[in-house]
């Protein structure tokens, strides 16, 4: 059965510049979808079409330089030079950051949930949980600022894991 609003269509004008901004943000939108399917099937296949759609138009919008046309199955990706701009300048500090904040935040989460009991924890609102963990985030924020991972152990009954 044809769905009407597939049948709908929008037209937009882009600049070349305003293009390849687009092609940024679908590359890093792309990467986030896929960077963890590690060989799957494509699960999102419309997203996959759309981008591959888009992407068809870089003669036209001059982007022979950070597109190319795969010539055994003819699909359109980045460049090599251009993926490792836009790794360096988008996904690599976005890793960065998100490794640190995950970090804090799930060390903080523990401790609260330890000190206070994980049923006492589960019962708290997010304003709450957040206003208790202040003190927490602050001291690990400090600590990772000064110190990176280097006097983070891992310790069992047997055996001390050490970065150091």
Known sequence: MLNIF??????IHFTKNEYRLLIDMLYVANWVMHSHD????????????????LMSH??????????????????YCE??????????????PY???TFWEELVDRLATRDLSNTIGFKRYQEMDVE????????????????????GLDRIKIMDEDVVLSTS
């Not at 597939?6 to 037209?11: A, P, Q, T």
């Not at 870089?58 to 699909?75: P, V």
């Not at 460049?79 to 690599?92: A, N, R, S, V, W």
């Not at 949980?129 to 000064?146: C, G, I, L, P, S």
Request: net charge negative; no cysteine; proline share 0%.
């Open 95 to 97: 890793s960065e950051e």
């Open 38 to 53: 590690m060989g799957s099937e494509r699960s999102h296949i419309a997203h996959y079409n759309l981008y591959q759609k």
């Open 79 to 92: 460049t090599e030079d251009y993926e490792i701009e836009l790794i360096e300048k988008f996904l690599e």
């Open 128 to 147: 709450e949980q957040a206003e208790a963990m202040t003190d927490v985030v602050n001291r690990y924020e400090k600590e990772f600022e000064e110190h």
């Open 58 to 75: 870089y003669r036209e919008m001059d982007a022979n330089d950070i597109i190319e046309q795969a010539a055994n199955d003819g699909a």
């Open 6 to 11: 597939e049948l709908e269509v929008m037209k």
